[in-house]
């Protein structure tokens, strides 16, 4: 079965850096498009980026863009969330969701999330 | 700056039906912004339950449905039950990113 388990949160000051990773099992890591959705405590979903299946192509969302930079590893089944310039604002919950198998802009399965808190 | 909007609240009685909508900034929600919707309950990661605008997942109950209507997304959910009461989400596709809506909580009462 599908298992995606996030990891790397933790409690860090604002302009320090964290690297999440995702490690994913039960299906080709290779053959899917990955995505990174965070949380703030007590609010809605953000997405905040996705990887194609080969690394060659990155989107991300407007409020991250040059602090934050996905990554994907295929031959260790992992996902990657770099996080630089770290914000009060960037503090919640990290998902990793991976695509679907028509498109990569159909998110099939989460992680339970890990969480992160940029605090001074 | 697009905005992907929903519904804050709605309420809906035990065996009863809802629609759920969410509609975008920059114009109509077509099949090319390839709605997807999910469902979270407190404390929990969020549930898919519909991909590009009306396609289940294996494990979604068949009174959740997904469509078009005028020019929003929409979420449709017939004979309600007690455990459907959660906060839904939306998601639209915009040529490579994407973005959520605020999310709907829906009350069964």
């Known amino acids: 079965q599908v298992q995606l388990v996030e990891s790397g949160g933790g409690v860090v000051q604002p302009g320090t850096s964290l690297r999440l990773s995702c490690a994913a099992s039960?299906?080709?890591?290779?053959?899917?498009?990955m995505h990174w959705v965070r949380q703030a405590p007590g609010k809605g979903l953000e997405w905040v980026a996705l990887?194609?299946?080969?690394?060659?192509?990155?989107f991300d969302t407007d409020s991250v863009k040059g602090r934050f930079t996905i990554s994907r590893d295929n031959s260790m089944n992992t996902l990657y969330l770099q996080m630089n310039s770290l914000r009060p604002e960037d503090t919640g919950v990290y998902y990793c969701?991976?695509?679907?198998?028509?498109?990569?802009?159909?998110?099939?399965?989460w992680g339970q999330g890990t969480l992160v808190s940029v605090s001074s | 700056q697009t905005v992907v909007t929903q519904e804050p609240s709605l309420t809906v009685s035990p065996g009863g039906t809802v629609t759920l909508t969410c509609a975008s900034s920059?114009?109509?929600?077509?099949?090319?912004?390839?709605p997807n919707w999910f469902q979270q309950k407190p404390g929990q990661a969020p549930r898919p339950l519909i991909y590009?605008?009306?396609n289940k997942h294996s494990w979604t109950p068949a009174r959740f449905s997904g469509s078009l209507l005028g020019g929003k997304a929409a979420l449709t959910l017939s004979g309600v039950q007690p455990e459907d009461e959660a906060e839904y989400y939306c998601l639209l596709y915009y040529g490579g990113a994407q973005m959520f809506g605020g999310g709907t909580k829906l009350t069964v009462l």
């Open positions: 039960g299906f080709t890591f290779s053959s899917y498009g």
């Open positions: 990887i194609s299946y080969d690394g060659s192509v990155k």
């Open positions: 969701a991976k695509g679907g198998p028509r498109r990569a802009a159909d998110l099939d399965y």
């Open positions: 920059t114009g109509a929600v077509t099949s090319n912004s390839y």
């Open positions: 590009s605008t009306s």
